[in-house]
Structures are given as structure tokens and as C-alpha cells.
């Protein structure tokens, strides 16, 4: 076989199309409407000749790696083995000459893919998602976005360790690598608009610095729902800036006098905000650029202080604010989605350039299922959010073997059932529902370790070995 040939014939026989064709299917993205024509094949073997050039003809292609990461991450059982195995049954479905059962080929070729190409695909994915959906989805014809951060461990190898150190509260040898994951997610349709990650130690690394480095997903116009920590003055000059509008809570440190600024109603009033001393962090061109003082809206609503820059109460009543900073818990939901649902809170990738793909790997796949909810909501003349995430995923692992394997005809027929199917799986109607932060299982009573897992089976080792010596002398 000539290995320098294009991969548009590589892949153990399977051709350019037929790859793109198998891919596009899983996710339902196989129709003529704007909501199942997000990744279209033109778009999608662009995006991988850009971010992952250059490479050669073999089994495991671009296209088929990022195919069985995929299904990797989404199904239940997250092993590579579990991928090779299931690239090898798919393979024999097809009549192709079956690939080694040895995990080596493919985990080379993960390491291969270009480090951008997952996230390109991601947010590629999520800005045609938010552009295609329905306008009634939107707030008053205006896209909201929920910002948030969550964290992640990995595994304890020596180069996560050095990019991603643990908390300094552990000891050496006892902790895990741990990532920080700031993303912007549209409350409307759910799905991921980007996300930047980092240590959680060292300058520059807390969640106000990581939003800085997402500014450019947002548009003069959109709308901002964070919580309290990104309720600084510069966050919030930089915001107004650019014509993005936000509701947050009042960040802790700052007192509300109602009896200061204008009035507006009871507990509720636009005030004056004045520019704070400079921070070591910013430069002294940045600071001069900060205007010196802001015009911000306050107001009561229960036991929270709002702020926000939607000053007109004509326009937005202070019971609609109260009913807008509640949608801020969606995010919530979809990062437990991501972690929980999804599996992604403990990594498995033991390189940093791993684990990035990792990542990137698991929000391409979430804003897939979305899109995929996205077409069953509009089927169903729904809100996504009514619909189940956890659902639209049980389906979608279902039929992906039979995607993959139907006819084009036949793959049509099969996303028709696939969407009305999730169209169905609706979510109860729960208002003002609570929960305590707390959990009712207990966890089990095993010991913490003390000391580094090789000190502890080197003292067994040698206990063992005294105590064979005394009945074998």
C-alpha cells in the first residue's frame, strides 16, 4: 500500500465520503434544514485539512479517530480498548479487514490529531447551532449566555503534574492533577459556545482572568448571566464596553445604599460606580482605556442584589430580572451533564496535550447531542431546555451502531425515529423546586492514603516477604 497517499481513500478501504457520511449520521446531521446541516462534508474536511494536516494513508484516518473518540466519550465504558474494539466490529460489519485488537494504533493516532481540531469542530458546531435555532427560543430576539467554572482531576503522571498542579493543601504522591474550565453556554439551545481551561494555581488562573479569554465569543447585544465572582468593576466595564449586557448578584465585598443614585422603585436604583485603585495585573494602558466611573442598576429581589446593565425599568421590571438571574442555574445542570452524565470529571489522558483533547473530545460531543435535541425540540414546537439530556444520549448510544451501517435511505428513516423519540422524552414541569447541597449515600470506609502508593506496597512487599521467609526458612 502506497502510505502517501491522500487519506480520501485511506482508512482500510473506507472511502472520504463514506467517513464523513458515517460520522454526520450519528449525530443526525444528515438532513437539508439549517438545524441538521451544522457540520456539512465540505465544512467538516476543511476543518480537519486545517487543524490536521498532513497525514498519511491509514487505518485510523482523522475522520475515524475523531468518530470513535466520539463514541468514546459518550458511551459508558471510556476505555480505549472498548473504542478498539468497537472500530474492529464495525469494521467486520462492513466487510473490511479487521484491525489489531491492540489499543497502541489508536492512541497514535489520537496523539496525532491537530490540539485544535476537536475544539474548532466544537465551536464550529455551537456558533451554527446558535445562529440556525428558532427565534422564539431567544430572550426578546436576543441570545443569553450563562458563564461558569468547574474543575477536573486527572491522572497523576508527572507531566499533568507540572501543567496542572494539585491543591498545595496535599502532600506529594497523595493528590491529583486538577484542571479550572471556564465556558459560555447558551441557555437557549444548551450548547457550549467555547471554553478555555488552565491550573488553578499561579497567576492569572481564577475564573475572572479565564473570562477575559472568552470576550470574543460574545456580541454587542448578548447577554450575560454570571454569578457574583465576575462581579468586578473592570469585568463589568469591559462588558459594557462592547455593548454586552449581564445580571449578576452583587459581589459580596460591595455595600447597597438604596437610598443613594436614582430611584427607580422600592429597592431599586441606578447608581454610580467609581473606578478602582489599579490592579497589579493590569497594564497601565488597559487602565486608562477603564472608564472612571459606571452607571450600574441595583436592586432587591427576595435576599439577593441584583446588578445589571438594563437600566430601563420600562423594559425589564425587576421581578423579569429576578426571573432571568434564576435561568443562571441551567448551568449548573449542564456542567453536572458534562461531568456526571458524560464522565468527564476524572480525566484519563496522562499528557497535557492529551487532555486537552480530552476535553475538547467531550464538549464537541455534548454540543452534537444538542443539536440533535435541537431538531426534536423544533419538531415538537418545544424549548430544547423542556427536553432530557441524559435521554437524547441513552438514544443516541442506541441507534449509533445502526447509524453507522445504514444505508443513506435507511439513515434517514432511522434519524426520523431517533429525534421523535427524544422529542418525547420531555422533562417535568418542577417549579420552585429545592434541593439541599448534600448527599444521602455514604461514601465507603476505607482509609485515606498517607504516604505514596509505592511506599505503602513497598512496605507490604517486604511484610510479606518476612512473613513467607518464617514458613518456607
Not at 472520504?16 to 438545524?35: D, E, M, R, V
Request: charged share 20%; aromatic share 6%.
Amino acid at each position: 500500500m502506497d502510505t502517501t497517499k491522500s487519506s480520501s481513500t485511506s482508512g482500510g478501504g473506507k472511502s472520504l465520503p463514506s467517513q464523513i457520511k458515517q460520522l454526520l449520521s450519528q449525530f443526525a446531521q444528515t438532513g437539508a434544514n439549517a438545524l441538521s446541516a451544522l457540520l456539512d462534508c465540505e465544512t467538516l474536511k476543511s476543518l480537519v485539512e486545517q487543524h490536521s494536516p498532513h497525514q498519511r494513508n491509514r487505518c485510523y484516518t482523522p475522520l475515524v479517530t475523531v468518530g470513535l473518540f466520539l463514541q468514546q466519550v459518550l458511551g459508558a465504558d471510556h476505555s480505549c480498548q472498548n473504542a478498539v474494539a468497537n472500530n474492529i466490529n464495525l469494521r467486520v460489519a462492513q466487510d473490511l479487514r479487521e484491525t489489531s485488537p491492540d489499543t497502541g494504533a489508536y492512541c497514535k493516532a489520537r496523539a496525532r490529531l491537530g490540539a485544535t481540531l476537536l475544539p474548532a469542530l466544537g465551536n464550529a458546531v455551537a456558533q451554527r447551532l446558535c445562529k440556525a435555532q428558532i427565534n422564539d427560543w431567544r430572550w426578546r430576539g436576543r441570545d443569553i449566555f450563562l458563564v461558569d467554572g468547574t474543575t477536573v482531576d486527572m491522572p497523576d503522571s508527572e507531566a499533568n503534574q507540572a501543567t496542572y498542579p494539585q491543591n498545595t493543601q496535599q502532600k506529594t504522591g497523595l493528590g491529583f492533577p486538577v484542571m479550572r474550565i471556564v465556558g459560555l453556554i447558551s441557555l437557549s439551545c444548551g450548547v457550549v459556545l467555547d471554553w478555555v481551561q488552565g491550573a488553578c494555581i499561579g497567576k492569572l488562573t481564577g475564573e475572572t482572568a479565564m473570562l477575559r479569554e472568552l470576550d470574543k465569543a460574545l456580541q454587542s447585544g448578548n447577554i450575560l448571566l454570571m454569578d457574583r465572582c465576575y462581579a468586578g468593576y473592570f469585568c463589568v466595564a469591559r462588558l459594557m464596553a462592547r455593548g454586552i449586557d449581564f445580571v449578576s448578584r452583587q459581589h459580596q465585598r460591595r455595600k447597597t445604599d438604596f437610598r443613594r443614585g436614582k430611584r427607580l422603585g422600592k429597592r431599586d436604583h441606578v447608581v454610580t460606580w467609581c473606578r478602582p485603585a489599579q490592579p497589579k495585573w493590569m497594564t497601565d494602558q488597559e487602565y486608562e482605556a477603564t472608564p472612571e466611573s459606571l452607571q450600574v442598576r441595583e436592586t432587591r429581589s427576595g435576599e439577593w442584589i441584583l446588578i445589571t446593565s438594563l437600566s430601563d425599568v420600562k423594559a425589564v421590571s425587576a421581578r423579569e430580572l429576578n426571573e432571568l438571574y434564576t435561568w443562571r442555574w441551567h448551568i449548573e445542570l449542564d456542567i453536572r451533564a458534562v461531568k456526571t452524565m458524560m464522565q468527564m470529571e476524572h480525566l484519563r489522558c496522562k499528557t497535557p496535550e492529551m487532555v486537552v483533547k480530552e476535553v475538547g473530545a467531550h464538549f464537541l460531543a455534548y454540543n452534537l447531542v444538542r443539536s440533535t435535541m435541537a431538531q426534536a425540540a423544533c419538531r415538537a414546537n418545544r424549548p430544547p431546555r423542556t427536553l432530557s439530556f441524559t435521554a437524547a444520549m441513552q438514544h443516541m448510544r442506541a441507534f449509533g451502531q445502526q447509524l453507522c451501517l445504514a444505508t443513506s435511505e435507511r439513515v434517514i428513516y432511522l434519524c426520523d425515529v431517533l429525534i421523535r423519540a427524544i422529542a418525547k422524552m420531555k422533562l417535568p414541569y418542577r417549579p420552585g423546586r429545592v434541593e439541599p447541597r448534600a448527599v444521602k449515600r455514604r461514601p465507603k470506609p476505607h482509609a485515606l492514603l498517607t504516604q505514596p502508593r509505592a511506599v505503602l506496597k513497598a512496605q507490604l512487599q517486604a511484610q510479606r516477604d518476612v512473613n513467607m521467609a518464617g514458613v518456607f526458612p
